[in-house]
């Protein structure tokens, strides 16, 4: 997923400051690839040789499209934050999304724009919770468009009967795809 076409840049500046942190404290990093096998995980023979002779100390794992990587790396019971949209595990790092709707909106708005619209990728864990209208990012989006004198438009939240705090089993479109869509 890291190097995958139209991947977002966090990863690849994660892992360069983790790199560098590694060598600044005199520490080792190790950086594994998966192979995204439908026949279950496929972890390399030198990260499970680690994990249970405990030479390994903790995982960041990136990478939502190896669901049976992760879960077999869970059991091994290290500790593990993943970066991921999805809640796929206990401890997660991501983007904070309302946040990052509340400043956009007041950026565009002071560039003079009029007509704000607010994507948030379906499938991706986002949305409201089952039975709910409304969720965090959207609260933010439309908290800031009131604060900037703009209107509300429902119909300018791309997608926006289809998100949702659960993570469906099979995606819908691919965030690139989603975001080229909502970019034309």
Do not use: M
């Given at each position: 997923?890291v190097?995958?076409?139209?991947?977002?840049?966090?990863?690849?500046?994660?892992?360069?400051?983790?790199g560098?942190?590694a060598h600044?404290?005199g520490e080792?990093?190790?950086?594994?690839?998966?192979?995204?096998s439908?026949?279950?995980?496929?972890?390399?023979?030198?990260l499970?040789?680690?994990?249970?002779?405990?030479?390994?100390?903790g995982?960041?794992?990136?990478?939502?499209?190896?669901?049976?990587?992760?879960?077999?790396l869970?059991?091994?019971?290290?500790?593990?934050?993943?970066l991921?949209?999805?809640?796929?595990?206990?401890?997660r790092?991501?983007?904070?999304?309302?946040?990052?709707?509340s400043?956009?909106?007041?950026?565009?708005a002071?560039?003079?724009?009029?007509?704000i619209?607010?994507?948030i990728?379906?499938g991706?864990?986002i949305?409201?919770?089952?039975?709910?209208?409304?969720?965090?990012?959207?609260?933010?989006f439309?908290?800031?468009?009131?604060?900037?004198r703009?209107?509300?438009e429902p119909?300018?939240?791309?997608?926006?009967g289809?998100?949702?705090?659960g993570?469906?089993?099979?995606?819908?479109e691919?965030?690139f795809e989603?975001?080229?869509?909502?970019?034309?």
């Open positions: 997923d190097f995958a076409p139209g991947a977002s840049p966090f990863c690849s500046l994660l892992l360069h400051e983790i560098r942190q600044e404290e080792r990093f190790s950086f594994y690839l998966t192979d995204p439908p026949n279950g995980p496929t972890i390399p023979d030198d499970a040789d680690a994990l249970k002779t405990r030479r390994v100390s995982l960041l794992f990136a990478g939502e499209s190896n669901p049976a990587a992760l879960k077999w869970l059991k091994q019971k290290v500790p593990l934050v993943a991921s949209y999805a809640p796929v595990a206990p401890y790092v991501r983007i904070h999304h309302a946040q990052t709707a400043l956009g909106v007041r950026e565009l002071k560039r003079g724009c009029k007509r619209a607010l994507w990728p379906v991706v864990g949305g409201p919770e089952s039975g709910e209208k409304s969720f965090e990012e959207l609260d933010a439309r908290k800031a468009l009131t604060e900037q703009l209107k509300y119909e300018l939240v791309l997608h926006l289809q998100l949702s705090a993570v469906p089993a099979a995606p819908f691919t965030n989603q975001g080229g869509t909502a970019a034309r």
